[in-house]
T-cell receptor, first 111, second 112 residues
Framework: DAGITQSPRYKITETGRQVTLMCHQT?????MFWYRQDLGHGLRLIYY???????DKGEVPDGYVVSRSKTENFPLTLESATRSQTSVYFC??????????FGPGTRLTVT | GENVEQHPSTLSVQEGDSAVIKCTYS??????FPWYKQELGKRPQLIID?????GEKKDQRIAVTLNKTAKHFSLHITETQPEDSAVYFC???????????FGPGTRLSVLP
C-alpha cells in the first residue's frame, strides 16, 4: 500500500481557485486512475491513463484536467474549483487495466 | 453508457450468518466484474473479481456469481465475522478494466 501516495491528504480551498492533487506510485504501473467518491454515488471515474502521455476521460471529467508526463505521477487539477467538487478523491494504479490499487485519498473541501 | 445498480444499500446480519449483495449492469459488452471492500476512513481494496467467461468464483468465505443473460452478479459472504463490516462496492467494465463503473455501495454491518 505504501507504493501509491496522494498529497495533500486534506485540502480546503475557495471557489474559483486552482488546486492540484498529486498522485505518485513507485510500482511503475502502466495504468493510473482518478476517482471521486460522494455519498450515494460510490466511486466515479474522472480520468484514467494507460501510459505516460496517454490519458482518457472517464464518467465525470468536466472541470478537471490531468497530465502524465512521467509514469509514476498522475496529477489532477481543478482549474476553477466549485462547491460541487467537494469530495474525497482517490487515485489508483495497476499494471493491467483490471488492477486497481488505491491510494489513501484526498479530502477536498471547496468553500 | 454503463449503469450499475446495487442492492441492498444497507445490510445487517448476525455474526455467523451469510450475506448476499446483488448488482445489475446495463451494458452487455461489460466483461469484468470486481468487488471492493472499503472500511471506514480507508481506501477501497479488491476482494474478488470475475470475468465474463466464468460463472462462479470462490475464495475462502467469499464467492461471486455471474449471470450474463440476466446481467447481474452477486457477492456471497459466508460465516460472517465482525471484521467483514464495511462498505462493499461492485463494478463493471468493458475491456477488462478500462473505464470502471461502480455501484453506489452496500453498507454491511455484522452484529456480534
Amino acid at each position: 500500500d505504501a507504493g501509491i501516495t496522494q498529497s495533500p491528504r486534506y485540502k480546503i480551498t475557495e471557489t474559483g481557485r486552482q488546486v492540484t492533487l498529486m498522485c505518485h506510485q513507485t510500482w511503475s504501473h502502466s495504468y493510473m486512475f482518478w476517482y471521486r467518491q460522494d455519498l450515494g454515488h460510490g466511486l466515479r471515474l474522472i480520468y484514467y491513463s494507460a501510459a505516460a502521455d496517454i490519458t482518457d476521460k472517464g464518467e465525470v471529467p468536466d472541470g478537471y484536467v490531468v497530465s502524465r508526463s512521467k509514469t509514476e505521477n498522475f496529477p489532477l487539477t481543478l482549474e476553477s474549483a466549485t462547491r460541487s467538487q467537494t469530495s474525497v478523491y482517490f487515485c489508483a494504479s495497476g499494471q493491467g487495466a483490471n488492477e486497481q490499487y488505491f491510494g489513501p485519498g484526498t479530502r477536498l473541501t471547496v468553500t | 453508457g454503463e449503469n450499475v445498480e446495487q442492492h441492498p444499500s444497507t445490510l445487517s446480519v448476525q455474526e455467523g450468518d451469510s450475506a448476499v449483495i446483488k448488482c445489475t449492469y446495463s451494458d452487455s459488452a461489460s466483461n469484468y466484474f470486481p468487488w471492493y471492500k472499503q472500511e471506514l476512513g480507508k481506501r477501497p481494496q479488491l476482494i474478488i473479481d470475475i470475468r465474463s467467461n466464468v460463472g462462479e468464483k470462490k475464495d475462502q468465505r467469499i464467492a461471486v456469481t455471474l449471470n450474463k443473460t440476466a446481467k447481474h452478479f452477486s457477492l456471497h459472504i459466508t460465516e460472517t465475522q465482525p471484521e467483514d463490516s464495511a462498505v462493499y462496492f461492485c463494478a463493471a467494465s468493458i475491456n477488462y478494466g478500462q473505464n470502471f463503473v461502480f455501484g453506489p455501495g452496500t453498507r454491511l454491518s455484522v452484529l456480534p
